[in-house]
């Protein structure tokens, strides 16, 4: 059974930090790609972050570079996203998921298994 759970999330002033996490099992995982989007209230779930397993490299939207960091912890099955100097803006539930249509991977129709999400709203 494939399970992705996210926590990790919460309320804080513009200009902090937070660093959700992603934990999954029931997948070979390292053969996908792991990304991090992001949906606020009445938009579209959007492309946040993306990391492959095999080399780590790392993929960014351009509102979140510079600001905001992917990475892992193999022996954990985690993946995680340093958020730094939040913005208002940056408030949404955030989502972890496999990147299954590797070729599809800045659309959240490229993934599968999505988590609950987490919560992470930022005050002006």
């Known amino acids: 059974q494939v399970q992705l759970v996210e926590s990790g999330g919460g309320l804080v002033q513009a200009g902090g930090s937070l660093r959700p996490s992603c934990a999954f099992s029931g997948l070979t995982f390292r053969n996908y790609a792991m990304g991090w989007f992001r949906q606020a209230p009445g938009k579209e779930r959007e492309f946040v972050a993306r990391?492959?397993?095999?080399?780590?490299?790392?993929t960014y939207t351009d509102s979140v570079k510079g600001r905001f960091t992917i990475s892992r912890d193999n022996a954990k099955n985690t993946v995680y996203l340093q958020m730094n100097t939040l913005k208002p803006e940056d408030t949404a539930v955030y989502y972890c998921?496999?990147?299954?249509?590797?070729?599809?991977?800045?659309?959240?129709?490229?993934?599968?298994?999505w988590g609950q999400g987490t919560q992470v709203t930022v005050s002006s």
């Open positions: 990391m492959t397993w095999s080399d780590g490299s790392s």
């Open positions: 998921a496999p990147n299954i249509r590797s070729w599809d991977m800045f659309d959240a129709k490229g993934y599968d298994y």
